[in-house]
Protein backbone atom coordinates (compact mmCIF):
# COMPACT_ATOMS: atom_id res chain seq x y z
CA UNK A 1 0.00 0.00 0.00
CA UNK A 2 1.53 3.53 -0.92
CA UNK A 3 1.30 5.82 1.76
CA UNK A 4 1.32 8.67 0.01
CA UNK A 5 -2.04 11.10 0.61
CA UNK A 6 -4.25 10.82 -2.98
CA UNK A 7 -6.93 12.90 -3.38
CA UNK A 8 -8.57 14.28 -6.78
CA UNK A 9 -8.03 17.76 -8.25
CA UNK A 10 -9.72 19.06 -10.83
CA UNK A 11 -7.06 20.82 -13.25
CA UNK A 12 -6.65 24.52 -13.16
CA UNK A 13 -6.13 25.46 -16.86
CA UNK A 14 -7.44 23.01 -19.74
CA UNK A 15 -4.85 20.16 -20.71
CA UNK A 16 -4.24 21.79 -23.93
CA UNK A 17 -3.02 24.75 -22.11
CA UNK A 18 -0.50 22.84 -19.75
CA UNK A 19 2.60 22.45 -20.71
CA UNK A 20 3.53 18.72 -21.60
CA UNK A 21 6.48 16.83 -19.38
CA UNK A 22 7.58 13.54 -20.26
CA UNK A 23 8.97 11.60 -16.85
CA UNK A 24 11.59 9.11 -17.12
CA UNK A 25 11.82 6.80 -14.74
CA UNK A 26 14.80 4.69 -13.54
CA UNK A 27 14.05 3.18 -10.10
CA UNK A 28 15.68 4.08 -6.59
CA UNK A 29 13.73 4.72 -3.15
CA UNK A 30 11.41 7.34 -4.75
CA UNK A 31 10.08 3.69 -6.01
CA UNK A 32 10.57 1.94 -3.27
CA UNK A 33 8.68 -0.13 -1.04
CA UNK A 34 8.92 -1.64 2.55
CA UNK A 35 7.09 -4.58 4.77
CA UNK A 36 6.25 -1.28 6.84
CA UNK A 37 5.71 2.43 7.25
CA UNK A 38 7.98 3.09 9.82
CA UNK A 39 10.77 0.88 7.59
CA UNK A 40 13.44 3.41 6.55
CA UNK A 41 16.13 0.93 5.42
CA UNK A 42 16.49 -2.42 3.85
CA UNK A 43 13.42 -1.83 1.43
CA UNK A 44 13.30 -3.09 -2.12
CA UNK A 45 14.29 -0.29 -5.11
CA UNK A 46 12.42 0.28 -7.86
CA UNK A 47 9.66 -2.26 -6.85
CA UNK A 48 6.88 0.89 -7.59
CA UNK A 49 6.26 2.00 -11.70
CA UNK A 50 5.92 5.47 -12.85
CA UNK A 51 2.46 4.71 -13.25
CA UNK A 52 1.83 3.79 -9.02
CA UNK A 53 4.22 7.23 -8.32
CA UNK A 54 2.11 9.32 -10.91
CA UNK A 55 -1.34 8.48 -8.89
CA UNK A 56 -0.09 8.79 -5.82
CA UNK A 57 0.77 12.60 -6.75
CA UNK A 58 -2.58 13.77 -8.78
CA UNK A 59 -1.63 17.43 -7.96
CA UNK A 60 0.68 16.73 -10.71
CA UNK A 61 -1.70 17.03 -13.32
CA UNK A 62 -2.76 20.72 -12.88
CA UNK A 63 0.66 22.09 -13.56
CA UNK A 64 1.68 19.26 -16.79
CA UNK A 65 0.83 16.76 -19.22
CA UNK A 66 2.76 14.15 -18.20
CA UNK A 67 3.68 11.01 -19.58
CA UNK A 68 5.69 8.06 -18.38
CA UNK A 69 7.98 5.82 -19.28
CA UNK A 70 10.02 3.08 -17.47
CA UNK A 71 13.90 3.17 -18.80
CA UNK A 72 14.90 0.70 -15.62
CA UNK A 73 13.83 -0.09 -12.62
CA UNK A 74 17.31 -0.42 -10.27
CA UNK A 75 18.49 0.32 -7.56
CA UNK A 76 21.10 3.75 -8.41
CA UNK A 77 23.69 1.34 -6.80
CA UNK A 78 24.10 -0.50 -9.76
CA UNK A 79 23.48 2.12 -12.68
CA UNK A 80 25.33 1.09 -15.73
CA UNK A 81 26.72 2.82 -19.14
CA UNK A 82 23.94 1.32 -21.00
CA UNK A 83 21.17 2.83 -19.24
CA UNK A 84 22.86 6.08 -19.54
CA UNK A 85 23.07 5.87 -22.82
CA UNK A 86 19.67 4.94 -22.93
CA UNK A 87 18.83 8.14 -21.09
CA UNK A 88 20.65 9.97 -23.46
CA UNK A 89 19.19 8.97 -26.77
CA UNK A 90 15.73 8.82 -25.23
CA UNK A 91 16.30 12.55 -23.80
CA UNK A 92 17.57 13.85 -27.18
CA UNK A 93 14.82 12.48 -29.26
CA UNK A 94 12.10 13.68 -26.65
CA UNK A 95 13.80 17.20 -26.61
CA UNK A 96 13.54 17.17 -30.08
CA UNK A 97 9.99 17.45 -29.91
CA UNK A 98 8.91 20.99 -29.89
CA UNK A 99 5.89 19.97 -28.03
CA UNK A 100 7.91 18.35 -24.90
CA UNK A 101 8.61 21.35 -22.87
CA UNK A 102 10.99 18.86 -20.31
CA UNK A 103 11.93 16.02 -18.90
CA UNK A 104 11.62 14.23 -15.27
CA UNK A 105 13.88 11.84 -14.80
CA UNK A 106 13.08 9.88 -11.18
CA UNK A 107 16.71 7.91 -9.96
CA UNK A 108 18.08 6.83 -7.30
CA UNK A 109 19.68 8.97 -5.11
CA UNK A 110 23.37 7.07 -4.38
CA UNK A 111 24.76 7.92 -8.16
CA UNK A 112 22.46 10.27 -8.86
CA UNK A 113 24.59 13.22 -8.87
CA UNK A 114 26.73 10.77 -11.55
CA UNK A 115 23.80 10.30 -13.77
CA UNK A 116 22.75 14.40 -14.00
CA UNK A 117 26.18 15.80 -14.52
CA UNK A 118 26.68 12.80 -17.38
CA UNK A 119 23.62 13.71 -19.20
CA UNK A 120 24.95 17.47 -18.05
CA UNK A 121 27.42 16.87 -20.60
CA UNK A 122 25.83 14.97 -23.49
CA UNK A 123 21.82 16.78 -23.86
CA UNK A 124 21.50 18.54 -26.83
CA UNK A 125 18.71 20.76 -25.73
CA UNK A 126 18.54 24.18 -23.53
CA UNK A 127 15.16 22.44 -22.11
CA UNK A 128 15.08 21.84 -18.71
CA UNK A 129 15.96 17.93 -17.86
CA UNK A 130 15.04 17.29 -13.95
CA UNK A 131 16.67 14.33 -11.66
CA UNK A 132 14.25 13.60 -8.81
CA UNK A 133 14.60 10.55 -6.23
CA UNK A 134 13.62 10.37 -2.41
CA UNK A 135 15.46 9.52 1.22
CA UNK A 136 12.61 7.84 2.09
CA UNK A 137 10.55 4.92 0.20
CA UNK A 138 7.12 5.45 -0.62
CA UNK A 139 5.53 3.23 1.72
CA UNK A 140 6.97 5.51 4.78
CA UNK A 141 5.37 7.93 6.93
CA UNK A 142 6.32 11.30 5.70
CA UNK A 143 7.69 9.93 2.49
CA UNK A 144 9.44 12.87 0.80
CA UNK A 145 8.97 11.52 -3.13
CA UNK A 146 5.68 13.13 -3.69
CA UNK A 147 6.38 16.23 -2.55
CA UNK A 148 10.13 15.92 -4.32
CA UNK A 149 8.06 14.89 -8.05
CA UNK A 150 5.68 17.55 -7.51
CA UNK A 151 8.42 19.94 -7.45
CA UNK A 152 10.47 18.41 -10.24
CA UNK A 153 7.41 18.34 -12.66
CA UNK A 154 7.05 21.95 -11.61
CA UNK A 155 10.52 22.85 -12.37
CA UNK A 156 10.97 21.23 -15.47
CA UNK A 157 7.71 23.42 -16.59
CA UNK A 158 9.31 26.30 -15.41
CA UNK A 159 10.63 28.78 -18.26
CA UNK A 160 13.15 29.72 -15.49
CA UNK A 161 14.64 26.78 -16.13
CA UNK A 162 15.30 26.83 -19.53
CA UNK A 163 19.23 27.09 -20.04
CA UNK A 164 19.92 26.27 -16.59
CA UNK A 165 21.63 22.87 -17.25
CA UNK A 166 20.26 19.55 -15.82
CA UNK A 167 18.69 20.14 -12.40
CA UNK A 168 18.45 17.91 -9.49
CA UNK A 169 15.23 18.44 -7.33
CA UNK A 170 15.17 16.99 -3.80
CA UNK A 171 13.95 18.80 -0.52
CA UNK A 172 12.32 22.14 -1.78
CA UNK A 173 16.26 22.79 -2.97
CA UNK A 174 17.10 23.22 -7.06
CA UNK A 175 21.39 21.81 -7.14
CA UNK A 176 22.80 22.39 -10.70
CA UNK A 177 24.28 18.90 -12.04
CA UNK A 178 27.83 19.96 -11.77
CA UNK A 179 28.34 20.92 -8.06
CA UNK A 180 25.82 18.58 -6.48
CA UNK A 181 26.59 15.55 -4.30
CA UNK A 182 25.22 13.49 -2.09
CA UNK A 183 26.16 14.49 1.63
CA UNK A 184 24.61 11.97 3.89
CA UNK A 185 23.18 8.54 3.95
CA UNK A 186 20.20 8.86 5.35
CA UNK A 187 19.08 12.97 5.99
CA UNK A 188 16.65 14.02 3.46
CA UNK A 189 18.81 17.25 2.95
CA UNK A 190 21.31 14.72 1.45
CA UNK A 191 21.95 17.08 -1.98
CA UNK A 192 24.04 20.01 -1.30
CA UNK A 193 26.60 22.07 -3.54
CA UNK A 194 29.15 22.52 -1.26
CA UNK A 195 31.15 25.84 -0.78
CA UNK A 196 29.82 26.51 -4.43
CA UNK A 197 26.23 26.63 -3.36
CA UNK A 198 22.11 25.52 -4.45
CA UNK A 199 21.19 27.61 -7.50
CA UNK A 200 17.68 28.07 -5.48
CA UNK A 201 14.42 26.96 -3.42
CA UNK A 202 10.93 26.00 -4.07
CA UNK A 203 8.69 27.85 -2.20
CA UNK A 204 4.79 26.43 -2.23
CA UNK A 205 5.63 24.55 -5.21
CA UNK A 206 6.94 27.67 -6.57
CA UNK A 207 10.47 27.76 -8.56
CA UNK A 208 12.58 30.52 -7.28
CA UNK A 209 16.70 30.78 -8.95
CA UNK A 210 19.36 32.44 -7.64
CA UNK A 211 22.41 32.03 -9.32
CA UNK A 212 23.47 29.76 -12.74
CA UNK A 213 26.41 27.89 -13.12
CA UNK A 214 29.24 29.44 -15.05
CA UNK A 215 30.73 26.28 -16.54
CA UNK A 216 29.43 25.18 -20.19
CA UNK A 217 27.00 22.17 -20.38
CA UNK A 218 24.32 20.72 -22.25
CA UNK A 219 23.28 21.77 -25.93
CA UNK A 220 26.96 23.98 -25.87
CA UNK A 221 28.84 21.05 -24.63
CA UNK A 222 31.26 18.83 -27.75
CA UNK A 223 30.37 15.68 -26.77
CA UNK A 224 28.16 13.76 -28.88
CA UNK A 225 27.18 9.83 -27.14
CA UNK A 226 24.77 9.15 -30.14
CA UNK A 227 26.06 5.67 -31.55
CA UNK A 228 28.65 4.78 -28.51
CA UNK A 229 27.39 1.65 -26.92
CA UNK A 230 29.74 1.85 -24.37
CA UNK A 231 32.37 4.35 -22.72
CA UNK A 232 36.61 3.89 -22.07
CA UNK A 233 37.24 2.43 -18.96
CA UNK A 234 38.14 5.19 -16.45
CA UNK A 235 39.01 3.83 -12.75
CA UNK A 236 39.10 6.03 -9.73
CA UNK A 237 42.05 4.78 -7.62
CA UNK A 238 41.29 6.16 -3.68
CA UNK A 239 44.56 7.24 -1.64
CA UNK A 240 45.19 6.55 1.84
CA UNK A 241 47.87 6.10 4.53
CA UNK A 242 50.23 3.29 3.30
CA UNK A 243 49.23 3.78 -0.36
CA UNK A 244 51.03 1.98 -2.90
CA UNK A 245 50.66 1.63 -7.10
CA UNK A 246 48.85 -1.85 -6.56
CA UNK A 247 45.69 -0.90 -7.51
CA UNK A 248 46.84 1.44 -10.16
CA UNK A 249 48.79 -1.33 -11.99
CA UNK A 250 45.54 -3.73 -11.83
CA UNK A 251 43.78 -0.78 -13.69
CA UNK A 252 46.19 -0.68 -15.99
CA UNK A 253 46.12 -4.20 -16.88
CA UNK A 254 42.25 -4.35 -16.93
CA UNK A 255 42.70 -1.95 -19.96
CA UNK A 256 41.84 1.52 -18.26
CA UNK A 257 42.20 3.98 -20.58
CA UNK A 258 42.18 6.76 -18.01
CA UNK A 259 42.66 7.16 -13.95
CA UNK A 260 41.30 9.58 -11.50
CA UNK A 261 43.09 9.80 -8.64
CA UNK A 262 41.43 11.06 -5.51
CA UNK A 263 44.21 12.08 -3.96
CA UNK A 264 44.64 13.72 -0.39
CA UNK A 265 44.58 17.22 0.00
CA UNK A 266 45.04 19.40 -3.12
CA UNK A 267 45.16 15.61 -5.46
CA UNK A 268 48.31 14.70 -3.60
CA UNK A 269 49.94 11.85 -4.48
CA UNK A 270 51.34 9.35 -2.00
CA UNK A 271 55.03 8.62 -3.00
CA UNK A 272 54.71 4.79 -3.38
CA UNK A 273 51.89 5.28 -5.86
CA UNK A 274 53.66 7.60 -8.03
CA UNK A 275 55.90 5.55 -9.82
CA UNK A 276 52.43 3.64 -10.53
CA UNK A 277 50.80 6.58 -12.02
CA UNK A 278 54.22 7.16 -13.76
CA UNK A 279 54.53 4.35 -15.65
CA UNK A 280 50.71 4.53 -16.85
CA UNK A 281 51.00 7.36 -17.87
CA UNK A 282 53.70 6.44 -19.95
CA UNK A 283 51.64 3.12 -21.04
CA UNK A 284 49.23 5.57 -22.77
CA UNK A 285 46.56 5.80 -19.59
CA UNK A 286 45.24 9.43 -19.42
CA UNK A 287 45.71 10.38 -15.60
CA UNK A 288 43.37 12.91 -13.53
CA UNK A 289 44.62 14.41 -10.51
CA UNK A 290 41.64 14.96 -8.12
CA UNK A 291 40.94 15.22 -4.34
CA UNK A 292 39.30 12.72 -1.89
CA UNK A 293 38.37 16.21 0.34
CA UNK A 294 35.40 17.30 -1.05
CA UNK A 295 35.63 20.78 -1.63
CA UNK A 296 37.92 23.53 -3.09
CA UNK A 297 40.03 23.03 -6.06
CA UNK A 298 42.94 20.62 -7.68
CA UNK A 299 45.13 22.82 -9.46
CA UNK A 300 48.83 22.45 -10.50
CA UNK A 301 51.18 21.56 -7.40
CA UNK A 302 54.36 19.44 -7.51
CA UNK A 303 56.37 20.19 -10.70
CA UNK A 304 57.04 16.77 -11.33
CA UNK A 305 53.54 16.08 -11.54
CA UNK A 306 53.27 18.46 -13.99
CA UNK A 307 56.18 17.29 -15.45
CA UNK A 308 54.69 13.90 -15.82
CA UNK A 309 51.60 15.34 -17.58
CA UNK A 310 49.63 14.65 -14.90
CA UNK A 311 45.78 16.67 -15.16
CA UNK A 312 44.41 18.77 -13.36
CA UNK A 313 40.78 17.59 -12.18
CA UNK A 314 39.27 21.46 -11.02
CA UNK A 315 36.58 21.49 -7.80
CA UNK A 316 34.74 17.96 -9.55
CA UNK A 317 34.83 15.39 -7.16
CA UNK A 318 36.47 11.73 -8.62
CA UNK A 319 33.63 10.49 -9.54
CA UNK A 320 32.47 13.69 -11.82
CA UNK A 321 36.24 13.87 -12.60
CA UNK A 322 35.61 10.15 -14.26
CA UNK A 323 32.86 11.04 -15.99
CA UNK A 324 34.02 14.29 -18.00
CA UNK A 325 37.33 12.16 -18.36
CA UNK A 326 34.95 9.62 -19.97
CA UNK A 327 33.74 11.94 -22.35
CA UNK A 328 36.70 13.41 -23.23
CA UNK A 329 38.42 10.25 -24.34
CA UNK A 330 35.81 9.99 -26.51
CA UNK A 331 36.89 12.54 -28.47
CA UNK A 332 40.78 13.13 -28.06
CA UNK A 333 43.95 11.47 -26.25
CA UNK A 334 45.72 15.15 -26.10
CA UNK A 335 46.53 15.94 -22.89
CA UNK A 336 46.37 19.74 -23.62
CA UNK A 337 42.52 19.00 -25.07
CA UNK A 338 41.59 17.28 -22.48
CA UNK A 339 42.78 20.09 -19.67
CA UNK A 340 40.82 22.47 -21.75
CA UNK A 341 37.88 20.89 -20.88
CA UNK A 342 38.59 19.82 -17.38
CA UNK A 343 38.84 23.99 -17.72
CA UNK A 344 35.73 24.38 -19.73
CA UNK A 345 33.23 21.97 -18.10
N1 LIG B 1 18.13 2.77 -3.13
C1 LIG B 1 19.26 3.68 -3.29
C2 LIG B 1 19.36 4.10 -4.74
O1 LIG B 1 18.63 3.57 -5.57
C3 LIG B 1 19.12 4.87 -2.43
C4 LIG B 1 18.04 5.80 -2.89
O2 LIG B 1 17.40 5.63 -3.93
O3 LIG B 1 17.86 6.75 -2.17
O4 LIG B 1 20.22 4.95 -5.01
Redesign the pocket.
Known sequence: MVAWLTCSFSPAASAEELPAIEILAT????A?TAASDTQMTGYK??ALGIDTLLQAVPAIHDIAVVHGEQIAN????SMTTDIWLKLATRCNALLANPNIKGIVIT??????EETAYFLNLVVKSDKPVVLV???RPATAISADGPVNLLNAVKLAASPKAVGKGVLVALNDEINGARDVTKTSTENVATFKSPELGLLGYFANGEPYFYKETTRCHTKHTEFDVSGLTELPRVDIIYTHVNDDRHLIDAAVHQGAKGIVYAGSGMGSIHKDAEPGLIDAQKAGVVIVRSSRVGNGMVVASSAEWTAEHFLNGDTLNPQKARILLQLALTKTQDLDEIQRMFDTY
Open positions: GGTIGAGTGSEHGTDTLGAM
